[in-house]
């Protein structure tokens, strides 16, 4: 069977990924499938490559070998048509200081050829619980604040494939259960997420399946077995 | 067209940015200030050695301006990791430069309008009769600058030693509009007609086209390596 056609209901479809930098290898024949609608959590030490493998699907890497596609399009190969359909909120808040909030959201979208009206980025801002500063400039927000103007912006967008670099840091407990909670949106809405994440107990409430990325190797395992276990890696 | 409406963004944000911090354009113009000071207090000449040394006095204010400016250009991308938002931007990466070049070249025509008075001012000169060709003169050679040094912003921002490779990039490549400038300049500050140094101006443009192109195309690899 060829590759494209295992994938016709995969979003996200890793095949023996291998990445190295210098002489130190991050991956190693690493393959996973998610498919739409899923969320799917990476859990692993720190410079286990869990952002590493983010970064690949997320086509800001290439991998030393293996392959890639995302919703049926090669990585490598039709990479500014992946970039058409996902989202990466990473550990930048990619926010210009001197930009008010709601500018920051006009220009992320309007970049990408579309210009949201007044009420959705209302409605999004709201949503993530920014609505009353939309006229402040970004450089006065928290690294909370700007995780949720990031998250605003995703839900405009409304990637097919959201990638979420550490998805819980810097919020605090409301913001935490507004990530769970726009994590749900996305995926009703068919888009599948991947999230690196520290946090068990959050995670367990969106999450369908797990991955633990420990010495180059990736092992799945099921949300229950996760909640269960004494020690992930 | 999706295209433009990228530069478009581009150049809005950076425009309303700088207008908003004016970090750029004050350390741009206060050094452009202290060149055309130093300059004005070390000679005292006459009105024929003026028009002699005026060229070279204007173009080496505007030419180390523009390393000021242009070399910081790229910062604004690299604070909250910008870049990577435009390496996963579903546009055309030249569009993301044409809109940064569009930006920068803005900068640098509006700390040149401020600067021209100020030289008229320091040095008595009488221009008003070349006012339209020394901005076209300006204008065309600011083009070549900016273009260049947008592209070098770019590929040496995430350099450590950013503020040394980036003038020992864009000086060397930048010669023949320095010369091109100061030859029309000259022609134009001593009276001539305007046919006697206009082929200067054509080489400036045929410069102008080869590095906005040139660039465009490089951009693409620096940003999507």
């Known amino acids: 069977m060829r590759f494209s056609q295992l994938s016709d209901m995969n979003a996200i479809l890793g095949s023996s990924l291998s990445k190295s930098f210098q002489h130190y290898q991050v991956l190693k024949e690493v393959s996973v499938e998610i498919q739409q609608g899923e969320c799917y959590a990476l859990f692993g030490p720190n410079g286990a490559g869990k952002t590493t493998l983010l970064r690949i699907f997320a086509t800001l890497h290439r991998p030393t070998s293996g392959r890639f596609e995302i919703m049926g399009m090669d990585g490598s190969r039709d990479r500014v048509k992946v970039r058409n359909t996902i989202y990466l909120i990473g550990h930048g808040s990619y926010l210009y200081d001197d930009l008010s909030v709601k500018e920051n959201i006009q220009f992320a979208i309007g970049i990408r050829g579309w210009n949201p009206t007044d009420g959705e980025i209302k409605k999004a801002l ?22 949720r103007l ?51 107990g959050p995670t367990a409430e969106v999450a369908h399946r797990v991955g633990v990325l420990n010495r180059s190797a990736l092992t799945e395992m099921t949300v229950k077995e996760m909640v269960a276990a004494d020690a992930l890696f | 067209m999706h295209f433009f409406s990228v530069i478009r963004w581009i150049a809005w944000k950076d425009l309303l940015s700088e207008y908003r911090n004016r970090e750029n354009i004050s350390s741009m113009f206060f050094f452009a200030l202290n060149v055309i000071l130093i300059f004005s207090f070390s000679f005292s000449l006459d009105p024929v050695t003026i028009k002699e040394i005026m060229p070279g006095i204007i173009w080496v ?22 870049m990577e938002y435009f390496q996963t931007l579903p546009v055309p990466k030249g569009a993301i430069y044409l809109g940064k070049f569009l930006g920068n070249l803005l900068f640098m025509l509006t700390v040149e309008v401020i600067l021209f008075p100020l030289f008229v001012l320091f040095f008595n000169l009488d221009i008003l009769d070349q006012l339209l060709p020394l901005l076209l003169i300006s204008a065309v050679a600011t083009i070549g600058l900016s273009a260049l040094g947008t592209l070098f912003s770019a590929l040496t921002v995430q350099v450590r030693a950013r503020e040394v490779m980036f003038p020992i990039l864009l000086l060397p490549l930048s010669v023949p509009i320095f010369i091109g400038a100061v030859e029309a300049t000259r022609g134009a500050l001593s009276g001539d007609a305007f046919s006697m140094y206009s082929h200067w101006i054509e080489l400036l443009l045929v410069f102008d086209v080869i590095f906005v192109i040139v660039s465009f195309w490089i951009f693409e690899f620096i940003l999507d390596y």
């Open chain 1, 126 to 147: 709201d949503q993530v619980g920014i609505g009353r500063f939309s006229r402040l400039r970004s450089r006065y927000l928290s690294a909370g604040m700007k995780k």
């Open chain 1, 150 to 200: 990031s998250i605003a912006k995703a839900l405009l967008i409304r990637p097919k494939v959201l990638f979420l670099d550490e998805g819980y840091a810097s919020l605090d407990e409301r913001g935490v259960d507004m990530m769970n909670e726009c994590i749900r949106t996305f995926t009703k809405a068919g888009t599948a997420v991947l999230m690196t994440t520290h946090d068990r």
């Open chain 2, 61 to 82: 204010a505007f030419g180390f301006t523009a390393i000021i400016g242009l070399g910081k250009s790229f910062l604004i991308e690299v604070n909250n990791d910008c």
